[in-house]
């Protein structure tokens, strides 16, 4: 009579269907175990069981909590940047009111540069920063050439002699190449120049 294959036994640390831990083992008893030392180990295997299941809560709960801190960062990730800017929309709105009033035009005017200065400051503030640019060699790094413009007064190849866009670096990051145009020796012509007296007479 042929022996039943035994089942393979699970090891104590293996995932349940779940992913997670089935749970710390049992403590065997002893064969010669009494009474008293059953009951030890039956309470050693319940205290167990409580600790792995509070465990398990508490990772349960850390990743929800985790989970919820996430969104609420990428939901409120610009309210520092959108508070700053209140008081430069105030500006801008004073500023409308004067228009509509037919106010002083000179005091638009200043209206108008101190909102761009407070605009800049929030900027430069958040380490955003202008980009150098006329004067400046070409970087292809920071700059983006639209044009090329040829020089007859000595300026050197790929010097930017024109902005065209403003570009900007946010701390050592570019967030927008400046566009410009650049500098290009003039080539001198080759063919002959005709004065007045080599120039063909109509009759």
């Known amino acids: 009579m042929s022996e039943k294959p035994q089942a393979k036994a699970q090891r104590p640390d293996a995932p349940s269907a779940h992913g997670r831990p089935s749970g710390p083992p049992a403590p065997k008893p002893h064969p010669d175990a009494t009474g008293s030392e059953l009951e030890r180990l039956k309470q050693e295997a319940e205290q167990a069981q409580e600790r792995y299941l509070r465990t398990l809560a508490e990772f349960e709960n850390t990743k929800k909590r985790l989970h919820r801190e996430k969104e609420e960062f990428v939901r409120y990730a610009s309210e520092t940047l959108v508070r700053d800017l209140l008081p430069i929309v105030d500006s801008l ?69 024109e902005e065209v866009q403003v570009g900007y670096m946010m701390h050592s990051k570019v967030i927008r190449p400046a566009m410009v145009k650049v500098a290009k020796k003039a080539v001198p012509s080759t063919q002959p120049q005709i004065t007045q007296e080599e120039e063909p007479s109509n009759g």
Do not use: N
């Open 93 to 161: 709105d004073q500023a409308l009111v004067a228009v509509d009033k037919q106010a002083d035009p000179q005091a638009i005017i200043k209206g108008v540069h101190l909102i761009y200065r407070q605009f800049l400051g929030l900027l430069d503030h958040e380490g955003v920063r202008r980009i150098q640019t006329v004067g400046e060699p070409f970087d292809p790094h920071k700059h983006e050439a639209v044009a090329q413009v040829e020089t007859t007064d000595g300026t050197a190849d790929d010097t930017i002699i």
